[in-house]
């Protein structure tokens, strides 16, 4: 089974509005990323927590992890028209070295 | 720099057909690996390579084989493709320098099996 799995799987908000996503994961990690998919192109890297940190910013980007608890989020701040995509968390395994995608939340930002 | 290049960008092949997806990427990272991804199942790692001349299975590596020609190059084969193959596949490559841990995509393969 994956190790990362998103919720909401969809999700439709109002421009301006927050959007926040999960993830979950379930083996030690040695740090958690979140990945952005435009309809039929390649991902992008978003931003990357390690597991020593709780909390990190990007611009209108904001993650938390939460390790007690094997589980992230993602919040978009001010969502636009064009953050619409699908996002991924991915976990680097602290065992072996790949990483692993969960099945993606379907972000829509109605404008 | 092309970053992560893939070819080709699409092909349709019979069931019982073999064909080699190839991938290279500029980067000059250790790291190579091969995603397939399905409509709501997100991306499924196939294979990975960790340095040159080193291969692993990753999620769903049955049907597949894979090549790390050198440290720039890393192809994946189906020997004989099966309509459950039909999907998108992904190649990436993996920097850990300075800090960041991040992968690389390429643009995808569109493959169909009929």
């Known amino acids: 089974s994956q190790q990362g799995e998103e919720d909401p799987q969809a999700l439709s908000i109002q421009e301006g509005e927050n959007a926040t996503m999960n993830c979950s994961y379930k083996?030690?990690?040695?740090?958690l990323q979140w990945y952005r998919q435009n309809s039929g192109r390649g991902l992008v890297h978003l931003i990357l927590?390690?597991?020593?940190?709780r909390e990190k910013h990007s611009g209108r980007l904001r993650v938390t992890l939460d390790t007690s608890k094997k589980s992230s989020s993602l919040l978009i701040t001010a969502s636009r028209a064009a953050d619409t995509a699908s996002y991924f968390c991915?976990?680097?395994?602290?065992?072996?070295?790949?990483?692993?995608f969960g099945p993606g939340t379907s972000l829509s930002v109605i404008p | 720099n092309a970053g992560v290049t893939q070819t080709p960008k699409f092909q349709v092949l019979k069931t019982g057909q073999s064909m080699t997806l190839q991938c290279a990427q500029d980067?000059?990272?250790?790291?190579m690996y091969w995603y397939r991804q399905d409509p709501g199942m997100g991306l499924r790692l196939i294979y990975y390579?960790?340095?040159?001349?080193?291969?692993d299975k990753g999620e769903v590596p049955n049907g597949y084989n894979v090549s790390r020609l050198n440290k720039r190059e890393f192809s994946l084969r189906l020997e004989s493709a099966a309509p459950s193959q039909t999907s998108v596949y992904f190649c990436?490559?993996?920097?850990?320098?300075?800090?960041?841990?991040?992968?690389?995509f390429g643009p995808g393969t569109r493959l169909t099996v009929l």
């Open positions: 991915a976990t680097h395994e602290t065992s072996y070295d790949k990483v692993i």
């Open positions: 083996t030690s990690i040695n740090n």
């Open positions: 927590i390690r597991s020593n940190e």
């Open positions: 980067m000059n990272h250790n790291s």
């Open positions: 390579s960790a340095s040159e001349g080193t291969t």
């Open positions: 990436a490559s993996h920097s850990q320098r300075g800090g960041r841990d991040t992968q690389y």
